[in-house]
């Protein structure tokens, strides 16, 4: 590997479709999937940080629930709640997702409608690490890679094939980004990549500490009134080896807390000796279809096939998938306990 200064080295081949698109591109719009989580965002934002480093435009679009402290990570950058000018765009970014119905059953269609309807559209740029369907193929402008840790590794690989510095800024949204997909460097999908591109992004000036106590700190009080709530509602099954857990209207409102706060409460069951494979049921009361099932595995226990199996999808050890037959969390755990033993 051959390090640039206060650039990462080369290590993940990036097409040169896809390095020059953004070369060449002056004004980027920078879109994620609907409720962006920590990879999401944080990739979105050193992204986006990085393309203005380099004398572009550019603005992101997000759409739905984003939890609170995740914020920081745009709050020197233009966010969009609704794309006005398509036309200004030349390049269109989409980060970890490939398709534009991952930015909600509504907004998407209604965005890739508008720009399609631009007089010239502007090109799209996949980068996503996630598993790809069963008729889908990456394109040449796609920087698709499911072996990667997080869409933050490969952004990151963007940038040193681009030959691009960037801010402690970038580095610390990068690094956020990895370590919140990786469970803080701690689960299986942590390889030799990721912890080369975290130490690099730490060498630019990206902090641990700080990324640490963002993800995982510095929480409002009405998230650990939630916490105790939904950890009232935890059952084991399957000898132990299924947690589940549920979050309510009732509780959202006992708590005066909103449905973000939930971010990372999956890993509460993961926690626990046995348990196999961590459920987070959230029903925020918008009625079939809208209910949210978080899972977590570690093992042999592929969450990826399980959340398959109900229209979702995700990684092997955290997927995630609405239920499209179930109207409450009632009807998601019934509909979920008579399946799951086969995947364990």
Known sequence: ?????????????????????FQGAERVLVLTHQNPDGDALGSASGLALALCGQGKTAHIY???????????????????????????????ALLDCHGFDRLGPDEGPALAALLAGTK????????????????ETASSTWLWDSSASSTGELVTDLLSALEWSYSKEAA???????????????????????????????????????????????????????????????ELHFNGRVAIMSVTPAMLEAAQAEMSDTEDFVEMGRSLAGVDLS?????SGGGQGAVRVGLRSRGEVNAQ???KSFGGGGHRQASAYNDPCAADAREVKTRLLAVVEKYL
Not at 4 to 21: A, E, G, K
Not at 64 to 84: K, M, Q
Not at 279 to 283: A, G
Request: one cysteine or more.
């Open 62 to 92: 997000l759409t739905g629930n984003r939890s609170d402290n995740l914020l920081f990570l745009v709050e020197n950058l233009t966010v969009l709640e609704a794309v006005e000018e398509p036309e200004q765009y030349d390049l269109v």
């Open 279 to 283: 459920v987070l049921i959230k029903d």
């Open 1 to 21: 590997m051959t390090t640039r200064n206060n650039q990462c080295p080369v290590r993940r081949p990036v097409s040169q479709d896809v390095l020059s698109l």
């Open 305 to 307: 096939a399980l959340a």
């Open 172 to 234: 610390d949204a990068l690094l956020l980004a990895i370590a919140s997909d990786t469970g803080f460097f701690s689960q299986t999908n942590a390889t030799s990549g990721a912890l080369a591109a975290a130490s690099d992004l730490v060498a630019a000036g990206g902090s641990l500490e700080e990324v640490d106590r963002r993800i995982r700190k510095d929480w409002p009080p009405r998230r650990l009134r939630l916490m105790g709530l939904v950890l009232n509602s935890l």
């Open 120 to 135: 010239k559209t502007a090109p799209l740029a996949v980068i996503d690490h996630h598993l790809l369907g069963d008729r």
